[in-house]
C-alpha cells in the first residue's frame, strides 16, 4: 500500500492544527507569574544506604 502523494501549504497545516488543537491559551502577565522555589526531595522513595560496593554484594546472585 502507498501513501498518498499530498502536499499542504504552510496555510493549510496552520489550519488542520487549529482544527486538531484550537486556540492557545492567552499569555501570562508578567506581574502573574511567581518565582521558582526550590523542594526538598521527593519522599515516596527511601534515601539510599550504603555503598556502591554494598549494593552490588547486596544485590548480586548466589
Given amino acids: 500500500m ?14 488542520l492544527r487549529h482544527v486538531r488543537f484550537g486556540e492557545l491559551p ?11 522555589t526550590e523542594t526538598d526531595a521527593r519522599r515516596d522513595r527511601p534515601e539510599p544506604a550504603g555503598s556502591p ?3 552490588t554484594l547486596r544485590n548480586s546472585p548466589g
Wanted: contains cysteine.
Fill in 2 to 15: 502507498s501513501e498518498p502523494n499530498e502536499s499542504f501549504t504552510d496555510e493549510e497545516y496552520a489550519f
Fill in 26 to 36: 492567552p499569555g501570562v502577565c508578567p506581574e502573574d507569574r511567581v518565582e521558582l
Fill in 53 to 55: 560496593e554494598e549494593w
